[in-house]
């Protein structure tokens, strides 16, 4: 999944290759969707805005310049259209409460999740994920599960770098406590008894 591949297809969409776009498609569609979903929590519209993205992306392909990642400005386009759909639902996200939450119980919550199962491990953080307000779980998406650099998370989120690491800082906080709440008890005991 290279850039150079990226724009290989790109230059053939754009010289009238229509198809070739589908390739960009089903490339990204899971990870757009998944984005989408944790700004949205909600499937139906997490697939309309999808949807909305890639029409943007193939309408403005002439004018991505390759000075980012092909992935970066997808996913950069994705997040606008999260935003533009979230202000116009206005709908309140739910909040968690971080009470006193430091960084020896983020440590703690670390050591935890490494003793985890890949999968379950998985299973567990996309379910806190759901939990979590929309841009904090679309950061957190994008830093763990896209493995992005905090210098892609900015282009993506036009947050400066320095901003993308405290908000990624405070959503593991969150995701923190999220986490006590929602772990079932035996799941704390084995893993880290340090997060009592």
């Not at 997490?46 to 991505?64: G, H, N, P, R, T």
């Not at 759901?130 to 994008?142: A, C, G, R, V, Y």
């Not at 599960?145 to 908000?167: C, H, M, P, W, Y």
Request: a neutral charge; charged letters at 30%; one cysteine or more.
């Amino acid at each position: 999944m290279t850039t150079n591949n990226d724009n290989i297809v790109i230059e053939n969409v754009i010289a009238g290759d229509t198809n070739a776009f589908a390739i960009l498609v089903e490339r990204y569609k899971d990870l757009v969707f998944t984005l989408a979903l944790q700004m949205l929590k909600n499937r139906e519209e997490a697939e309309e805005v999808s949807q909305d993205a890639f029409i943007k992306v193939y309408k403005s392909l002439s004018k991505f310049k390759g000075d980012s990642k092909f992935s970066t400005w997808v996913y950069r386009v994705t997040y606008n259209t999260c935003l533009d759909r979230l202000k116009k639902n206005k709908r309140q996200q739910n909040t968690v409460a971080i009470d006193e939450f430091t960084e020896h119980h983020i440590k703690t919550l670390d050591n935890a999740l490494e003793s985890m199962e890949r999968e379950e491990k998985q299973t567990a953080i996309k379910r806190c994920l759901e939990l979590l307000p929309s841009e904090d779980s679309f950061l957190m998406t994008l830093y763990y599960f896209d493995e992005q650099s905090l210098d892609e998370i900015s282009k993506i989120t036009g947050l400066t770098a320095n901003n993308v690491k405290v908000k990624l800082f405070r959503s593991r906080k969150k995701l923190g406590s999220i986490f006590m709440q929602q772990l079932e008890p035996e799941i704390i005991e084995v893993y880290g008894k340090a997060f009592k």
